[in-house]
């Protein structure tokens, strides 16, 4: 059972919007603004889609955004494209002992 | 750019320890801008942090795992390796290198990923 409870699926058509949440504690979203998220195609290698809650790396389009509230962490895709469809993973840092944490990873899919 | 590359076997036996590599290109392994870490994912399942080191040889451990872990670095090789010992079939995995910011727990430096069956 992963640290970080994420919905198994998630679902919009061409052009719409999605939001994924990432459930949390105290312990590890709620305490600290270090929640990434992760793009994985199948087969490959999770990309880096968000850090810092927000903030997006070089390359990244600004279709995709995240926000936090309390020990809720959402990624939100707008104007969804084909290329979207993957699987989603978020992470936290979760104070020194654990250091981070993983969530259990939501399928997204662009009907 | 800096590319990361694992390599190891891709069977062990129940019992015997894992061991891989990972090569970093294109960088330095001692650049002060990234830890080194290494990320697995059994398949058809989720994530999971092992550990991560510093190129000065600090190093940080998965609680659940840190009893079977050890991660090491080799600065002349630019390289860094994992060794997981006492296996079982949920080890079973894809073993992925990563680079990153390990305080602010993200990884943007990923390898292809290996996977390593634990099969007798």
């Known amino acids: ?111 | 750019q800096v590319q990361l590359q694992e390599s190891g076997p891709g069977l062990v036996k129940p019992s015997e320890t894992l061991s891989l590599t990972c090569t970093v290109s294109g960088g330095s392994i001692t650049s002060s801008s990234y830890y080194w870490g290494w990320i697995r994912q059994p398949p058809g399942k989720g994530l999971e942090w092992i550990g991560s080191i510093y190129y000065s040889g600090s190093t940080y451990y998965n609680p659940s795992l840190k009893s079977r872990v050890t991660i090491s670095v080799d600065t002349p090789k630019n390289q860094f390796s994992l060794k997981l010992s006492s296996v079982t079939a949920a080890d079973t995995a894809v073993y992925y290198c990563g680079g990153g910011q390990l305080w602010l727990f993200y990884f943007d430096l990923w390898g292809r990923g290996t996977l390593v069956t634990v099969s007798s």
């Open chain 1, 1 to 111: 059972q992963s640290a970080l409870t994420q919905p198994p699926s998630a679902s919009g058509s061409p052009g719409q919007s999605v939001t994924v949440s990432c459930t949390g504690t105290s312990s590890d979203v709620g305490s600290y603004n270090y929640v990434s998220w992760y793009q994985q195609h199948p087969g490959k290698a999770p990309k880096l889609m968000i850090y810092e809650v927000s903030k997006r790396p070089s390359g990244v389009p600004d279709r995709f955004s995240g926000s936090k509230s309390g020990n809720t962490a959402s990624l939100t895709v707008s104007g969804l494209q084909a290329e979207d469809e993957a699987d989603y993973y978020c992470s936290s840092y979760a104070g020194i002992n654990t250091l981070g944490v993983f969530g259990g990873g939501t399928k997204l899919t662009v009907l």
